[in-house]
């Protein structure tokens, strides 16, 4: 007897041949663990945007590692996953402003370190800040921790920090922002007293098991872990700089919670993943144009705001951020305290005035400037509308886009002497927690350093100084404002946007993000009754 | 040329590369005319737009028509081709003649200069430049020739070697010519033939750097057009529209195909062992 398989039967052709294996991987895709889309094995398969370079806190110097930081380590306390930057208590019971250089803390017992390092003391919080700021480790963070001096022990869990002077943004940048993370005095010792992409212990939710160069972190949860249930036994933080390459794992089921383009937005909204849904986060990120005042080309601050007003910033957003986005005011983005409602030149320009302003600094035109923009294709598609703005009032701008390492060194005065030949730039960075954060940049001190306009304003200084010496709110607010004023009256600085950070996410997922956009690891939930 | 054409006519492939090549290039020269809109035109509210009979093509990220930025890339590619190879071979043939024909001791330390350049991989040599002195058209180019004067120069050194010898060589030195005139009238019209097959079929290597270097962002800068940029752009924004990963895709197949065509083709015809007259020129 012969057995009839398809192979032998007639019915057995290329039809067939496409259906069945059709079917098999639709099968071995329900079969296959990373393409099924219900929470697996009480898993969190998370993108990272970077790959971590440091894991000791006062050397992190990426959101990515913060976001991992925030699940492994403990601060005195964290920002809550509500969508604002309010903070709350984490290692510490009780957290209090004495005055406005003292703050007082006693942190909850039990709370145990990884790897056998014991119960996280007041000793070690005082290790940890101190550590921040010594001179002979000469950590990267160390600006963080502004006037912080030390701190006294009262008990095993009691202590006082103390600052030299008072600074308003010290519990969101330097406490809850992880510079402070609270580490084991001996474990760092045992360590070194320097670690770098392997913690030698830890005390938060999850603990570190593993980083594998510019694949993954693995984290798992921590048994000794004595504070709010967290939901994931395992989460994979994969390291994948390639938004597209992010968007594209997510569409094959290997990440539960992605970034996405902007770009790609339109693409999900139309074509959704099964049991995912597509958000838009604020990212927290600010754009602007730069110019640099001490350049022959820009020392005529008519010629600097002929170009504030002769950019057209809603032709920019749209075409960038696919109108996702909103113009911005300044570097303080909405929702924070110090955001101003409007800017002073409004996003959509006014050409014609621009055009009188050139006529009135007497350039004859046209005039030809450089731009240099990071090698990125939002922030090239943001540089050739101010390119075609610009030409439509006579100045001619050649693009120079750089690698991002080249990019970020060019306005420094320590990578050479290319600081006084960059005239235009297309520039942005992630503010902070607090609009000390976002401002502090630009005083005169950071001429050379990140400030490549080389904007220099002695009021503007005064104030900086001033709104981080008072912790009352209302004047904290008009005076950032006022210095943003400063800025766009500069004519250094034509404000683009805050961005947006679109994330599309499994519906078996809750996340939780900060107003920033970072994820803020601990508190991922799933959906009910999905784990 | 008369016959040149003639014996290219009776070759399919040979012909079908002709008129590509000659399509493409009368499309370049002629881009002003052709294109029907500004390439550089930026209409925002009417991004990566699909093939109308206004954009033949459809649009990109920026509004812009994909099809008269394609036509004007083609200049670029072209430019560039042309300048590198025709600056490439000029100076390799000049190298390779002297290396041949010239004394041994020269040709040693030639042929060890020309072997320590390509021993460069291009595009890492590229890139290197390109960091040092930033991207630019005149740099790709720069970059292009200097990689490609060694293989010109090997070909034509190797070329000069086998002709040197050669009873008629040797008869006009017994008469008294000079090496000049042996150089130009003798040795020069003897390996012309596989030095312009090889420029043939490396434009679209070229071509193909080109647009890889401006892919990378390398290349020329925006918003000049380029089929590299184009494609570079259509990558961002595939997910979008598809049109400018083809429109940029296309030609440089066409380009491929055409130069591959013809220079294949001109090597059966020049190539008197292939064309089986088996004899030199002269």
């Given at each position: 007897?012969?057995?009839e ?6 019915r ?5 041949f ?7 991987g ?13 929470v697996?094995n ?29 699940a ?18 984490d290692?510490?019971e ?16 039990g709370?145990m370190?990884s790897?056998g ?7 070690d ?12 480790l000469n950590?990267l ?8 001096s ?6 095993r ?6 600052l030299?002077?008072p600074y ?6 330097a406490?809850?922002?992880?510079t402070?993370?609270?580490?084991s005095r ?11 992409t ?5 005390s938060?939710?999850?603990?570190f ?12 949860r ?26 594209t ?5 290997q ?14 909204r139309?074509?959704m ?9 604020p990212?927290?990120?600010?754009y602007?144009?730069?110019m ?10 008519r010629?600097?705001?002929?170009i504030?007003?002769?950019?057209d ?6 075409a ?23 800017s ?5 320009g ?17 005039l ?15 540089v050739q ?9 006579g ?5 120079r886009?750089?690698?991002n ?10 990578a ?37 306009e ?12 001033k ?15 006022r ?18 950070m ?7 997922i ?5 107003p ?5 690891l ?10 | ?27 370049s020269?002629f881009?002003?005319v052709i ?7 930026i ?6 737009a699909s093939?109308?009979w206004?954009h033949?093509?459809?649009t ?29 071979l000029?100076c ?18 030639l ?6 350049m390509r ?7 590229a ?5 040092l002195?930033g991207p ?5 180019i ?7 004067i060694?293989v ?20 006009e030195?017994a ?6 005139r ?11 033939a596989?030095?312009?097959i090889?420029a043939?079929?490396?434009?679209p ?6 647009a ?19 494609l ?14 083809i429109a ?17 083709s ?6 008197p062992?292939l064309r ?6 002269q």
């Amino acid at each position: 007897m012969v057995v009839e398989t398809p192979l032998n039967s007639r019915r057995f052709n290329r039809r067939v041949f496409l259906r069945g294996t059709t079917l098999a991987g639709l099968s071995l895709a329900g079969a296959i663990p990373g393409i099924s889309w219900a929470v697996r094995n009480n898993q969190l398969h998370i993108r990272n945007y970077t790959d971590v370079s440091s894991l000791d806190p006062p050397f992190m110097i990426s959101g990515a590692e913060g976001v991992i930081a925030n699940a492994i380590y403990q601060s005195l306390l964290q920002f809550r996953s509500d969508g604002t930057w309010n903070t709350q208590l984490d290692a510490a019971e009780y957290f209090a402003e004495i005055d406005a250089t003292h703050y007082a803390f006693r942190l909850r017992p039990g709370q145990m370190f990884s790897n056998g390092f014991g119960e996280l003391t007041a000793d070690d919080v005082k290790f940890s800040l101190e550590r921040a700021i010594d001179p002979t480790l000469n950590a990267l963070n160390a600006e963080d921790m502004g006037p912080f001096s030390h701190v006294e022990v009262q008990d095993r869990y009691s202590g006082t920090i103390v600052l030299h002077s008072p600074y308003a943004a010290f519990v969101p940048v330097a406490i809850a922002g992880g510079t402070a993370a609270i580490m084991s005095r001996k474990a760092v010792s045992a360590a070194g007293g320097r670690f770098g992409t392997e913690p030698p212990c830890c005390s938060g939710p999850y603990l570190f098991r593993e980083w594998r160069a510019q694949r993954k972190t693995v984290l798992e949860r921590n048994p000794d872990w004595s504070g709010p249930a967290v939901a994931f036994d395992e989460i994979h933080v994969y390291a994948m700089s390639d938004v597209k390459a992010s968007e594209t794992a997510f569409e094959a089921g290997q990440l539960d919670c992605a970034e996405i383009s902007v770009e790609s937005t339109a693409h999900f909204r139309k074509n959704m993943p099964p049991d995912s849904k597509l958000k838009i986060y604020p990212s927290g990120r600010n754009y602007w144009l730069g110019m640099n005042q001490s350049n022959p080309a820009l020392q005529d601050i008519r010629v600097r705001q002929a170009i504030q007003w002769g950019v057209d910033v809603n032709a920019v957003v749209e075409a960038a951020w696919f109108g996702l986005a909103q113009p911005s005011t300044g570097p303080v983005p909405a929702g924070m305290l110090g955001h101003r409602p409007s800017s002073h030149v409004p996003p959509a320009g006014d050409p014609a005035r621009a055009k009188a302003l050139l006529v009135e600094a007497g350039i004859s035109l046209p005039l030809r400037l450089r731009l240099d923009v990071n090698n990125d294709a939002l922030e090239l598609t943001a540089v050739q509308v101010i390119q075609w703005s610009l030409k439509k009032i006579g100045i001619e701008v050649d693009i120079r886009a750089q690698d991002n390492g080249t990019f970020l060194s060019i306005g420094r005065e320590d990578a050479g002497d290319q600081w006084q030949d960059i005239q235009l730039f297309f520039q942005s960075f992630v503010g902070g927690a607090d609009p000390y954060y976002s401002l502090v940049w630009f005083v005169s001190e950071q001429m050379g350093r990140w400030n490549w306009e080389r904007f220099s304003n002695e009021e503007f200084d005064l104030l900086n100084d001033k709104a981080i010496a008072t912790t009352v709110q209302v004047e904290r607010d008009t005076f950032y404002r006022r210095m943003q004023d400063i800025m766009e009256d500069s004519g250094c600085y034509r404000f683009v946007t805050n961005g947006v950070m679109p994330q599309i996410i499994r519906n078996t997922i809750q996340p939780a993000f900060q107003p920033d956009g970072y994820a803020l690891l601990r508190d991922f939930q799933p959906t009910k009754g999905e784990v | 040329m008369k016959n040149f054409l003639r014996e290219l006519s009776r070759d399919t492939p040979g012909m079908i590369g002709f008129v590509i090549v000659i399509i493409v290039l009368a499309l370049s020269v002629f881009a002003s005319v052709i294109a029907p809109a500004d390439p550089l035109e930026i209409d925002v509210y009417n991004r990566l737009a699909s093939p109308s009979w206004q954009h033949w093509l459809g649009t990109d990220q920026l509004g812009r028509d994909i099809f008269s930025r394609v036509l004007y890339g083609g200049r670029v590619a072209l430019k560039v081709a042309l300048i590198s190879i025709s600056v490439a071979l000029l100076c390799g043939l000049l190298l390779g003649m002297i290396a041949g024909f010239g004394p041994s001791w020269l040709d040693r330390i030639l042929v060890v200069c020309f072997d320590t350049m390509r021993s460069f991989p291009t595009v890492m040599f590229a890139l290197a430049i390109m960091t040092l002195t930033g991207p630019s058209l005149n740099t790709v180019i720069a970059v292009i020739i200097i990689t490609s004067i060694p293989v010109y120069a090997r070909v034509v050194r190797t070329q000069t070697l086998a002709v040197r010898n050669l009873d008629f060589i040797l008869a006009e030195r017994a008469m008294g010519a000079s090496t000049l005139r042996i150089l130009r009238d003798h040795i020069l019209p003897n390996i012309s033939a596989p030095l312009l097959i090889l420029a043939s079929m490396d434009v679209p290597a070229v071509v193909g750097m080109e647009a890889g270097l401006s892919f990378l962002g390398l290349g020329v800068g925006p918003p000049t057009a380029s089929w590299g940029s184009i494609l570079n752009d259509g990558y961002s924004y595939l997910r979008n529209s598809p049109w400018p990963i083809i429109a940029g895709g296309i030609p440089l197949i066409l380009v491929t195909l055409g130069f591959t065509f013809l220079g294949e083709s001109m090597r059966d015809i020049l190539d008197p062992k292939l064309r089986g007259k088996g004899a030199l020129n002269q």
